[in-house]
């Protein structure tokens, strides 16, 4: 940790893991529920940062995204995905390559150049068109391809849903977005500011879905988190523990489930 | 060069006449069902415009017609409830399975509108012949980037086209494994009528929901 701190240099870094460090020291003091999911030991702590980040977005994220998404015409909307998309093809590319992943280093790489220059700097996505594959990865993932497990369930404040692992692979990942390296502070708070609105816009109908499919948000978002993560590190082939549970009329005997009393 | 064309169309026609037949009289492949039904949904979304506006009348009418009598959604429901599923009574079991459906087939009535214009593919399949369970994982593709759809399907010889599913994964996540934990909290707090009560709530309060955005 100490050497990682050294050479990902800068102050945003330095002060991130600060934050962390005393987030952790935090955590540890928090007390675990007695139901507690054996990925999630921290709900108590994780549950209250999630009611804190869904009162924020209620009361300002979420109004301004809707602003945003029905001021700015779709095309434009899009123009602003792809170019942080773009950006992003460039930490996928390092990552690709820190997890040997050769076709789609490449791939990436490609991506990056074929839209900077030809899609007028990535916000036109001609890479798509030409059928060159987005393989999209993040350090956390990289951390996961060598063996690293994700750790517990972590709500991080604003950022929302995340892992111990993919925490601590946040500072790079931050360092690796090449929008940090914009050297002016405004434009560069800006364009953090533009990226996330528009993330979030994005995800408008996705959360008004949300609402009415889970029964509990907070488990719901966890589990299908938890999942997708999975699911990135392994590239859509996650190793398949088949179905735990079938109790079936056919099949009545569970040996694995302890009743629970009921 | 008119008459080539014309025969091609005859054998089309012909091939696919024979194959709509054969596949209701033989065991199809998992891989070739779920191509064939993807293809077949896909198609009748694009042609209905009552299915794109999200009217959830004609969306259970298809869905009854269309998706049910491949899936084994009482499976589907058992492992969603648990444990608590074996000390659910018959009437109780029945009760879930309609209320699980109902609130699935609400919430993804919302997401007809965006399903126009898809195209998808098949992945290869991952299976030896005599597997009697298998992952199809299929691409959707539309504007964006592609979307992960894949389901695990169970041999039933001779039932329907000879395959069922009982879980989908869209992006990496599983439809059931999503509802486990859940249940598994309404029932620890409630009991299994507890949980059926509150997937009634929720169907009733979407259903009112939907019914004023639709006026709105």
Same mark, same amino acid.
């Given at each position: 940790m100490e050497s990682f701190?050294?050479?990902?240099? +800068?102050?945003?870094?330095?002060?991130?893991?600060?934050?962390?460090?005393?987030?952790?020291?935090?955590?540890?003091?928090?007390?675990? +529920?007695?139901?507690?999911?054996?990925?999630?030991? @921290? &709900? !108590?702590?994780?549950?209250?940062?999630? =009611?804190?980040?869904?009162?924020?977005?209620?009361?300002?994220?979420? !109004?301004?995204?809707?602003?945003?998404?029905?001021? #700015?015409?779709?095309?434009?909307?899009? +123009?602003?995905? *792809?170019?942080?998309?773009?950006?992003?093809?460039?930490?996928?590319?390092? *990552?690709?390559? @820190?997890?040997?992943?050769? &076709?789609?280093?490449?791939?990436?790489?490609?991506?990056?150049?074929?839209?900077?220059?030809?899609?007028?700097?990535?916000? #036109?996505?001609?890479a798509s068109e030409m059928q060159i594959e987005r393989h999209t990865e993040d350090f956390g993932q990289t951390l996961g391809y060598w063996g690293v497990g994700a750790g517990p369930y972590l709500v991080l404040p604003l950022?929302?849903?995340? $892992?111990?692992?993919?925490?601590?692979?946040?500072? @790079?990942?931050? =360092?690796? *977005?090449?929008?940090?390296?914009?050297?002016?502070?405004?434009?560069?708070?800006?364009?953090?500011?533009? *990226? #996330? @609105?528009? =993330?979030?816009?994005? #995800?408008?109908?996705?959360?008004?879905?949300? &609402? =009415?499919?889970?029964?509990?948000?907070? $488990?719901?978002?966890?589990?299908?988190?938890l999942q997708s993560r999975l699911n990135a590190v392994y590239d859509g082939y996650p190793p398949d523990d088949g179905e735990p549970f079938e109790p079936t009329e056919e099949n009545p005997v569970e040996p694995t489930f302890e009743s629970n009393g009921l | 060069m008119n008459r080539r064309f014309l025969n091609q169309w005859l054998w089309a026609v012909t091939a696919s006449l024979f194959m709509s037949v054969s596949g209701h009289a033989a065991d199809e492949a998992p891989d070739a069902l779920i191509g064939r039904l993807t293809r077949e949904s896909l198609d009748i979304i694009q042609a209905d415009k009552a299915l794109q506006a999200g009217d959830v009348s004609r969306i259970i009418e298809v869905v009854d017609e269309k998706i049910m009598p491949h899936l084994n959604f009482q499976r589907m429901t058992a492992s969603a409830v648990g444990p608590g599923w074996r000390q659910a009574t018959p009437e109780q079991r029945k009760r879930l399975e309609a209320e699980f459906k109902t609130l699935l087939v609400r919430t993804y009535a919302g997401a007809m509108s965006q399903a126009k214009n898809l195209s998808f593919s098949v992945k290869p399949l991952r299976a030896a012949p005599d597997d009697k369970e298998v992952i199809v994982r299929t691409l959707i593709i539309g504007r964006g980037?592609?979307?992960?759809?894949?389901?695990?399907?169970?041999?039933?010889?001779?039932?329907?086209?000879?395959?069922?599913?009982? /879980?989908? /994964?869209?992006?990496?996540?599983?439809?059931?494994?999503?509802?486990?934990?859940?249940?598994?909290?309404?029932? /620890?707090?409630?009991g299994i009528d507890g949980l059926i009560a509150t997937l009634t709530e929720r169907n009733k309060a979407n259903a009112t929901a939907n019914a004023k955005s639709a006026k709105g």
């Open positions: 701190c050294n050479q990902a240099s +800068g102050k945003m870094t330095r002060r991130l893991w600060a934050g962390l460090a005393l987030f952790v020291l935090m955590l540890s003091g928090c007390a675990t +529920g007695p139901n507690a999911n054996p990925r999630d030991p @921290l &709900e !108590p702590f994780n549950r209250g940062m999630y =009611q804190f980040n869904d009162a924020v977005d209620r009361a300002v994220v979420k !109004p301004v995204a809707t602003v945003y998404r029905d001021v #700015l015409p779709s095309p434009v909307r899009t +123009g602003v995905t *792809n170019f942080f998309a773009n950006l992003q093809d460039v930490w996928s590319f390092v *990552n690709n390559s @820190l997890q040997l992943k050769g &076709e789609a280093a490449g791939n990436s790489l490609v991506r990056f150049g074929v839209n900077t220059v030809f899609g007028l700097g990535g916000v #036109l996505d001609i950022l929302g849903p995340s $892992t111990v692992r993919d925490t601590a692979a946040l500072p @790079l990942d931050v =360092q690796g *977005n090449l929008v940090s390296g914009v050297n002016d502070v405004p434009a560069r708070n800006s364009l953090t500011v533009l *990226n #996330l @609105l528009n =993330q979030r816009a994005r #995800l408008l109908d996705a959360s008004k879905m949300l &609402e =009415q499919v889970a029964l509990d948000s907070y $488990t719901f978002t966890r589990d299908a988190f | 980037d592609p979307v992960q759809l894949d389901y695990r399907l169970e041999k039933t010889p001779g039932v329907g086209a000879g395959w069922k599913v009982y /879980n989908l /994964n869209v992006l990496g996540v599983w439809l059931v494994e999503t509802y486990r934990s859940q249940f598994a909290q309404e029932i /620890n707090a409630k």
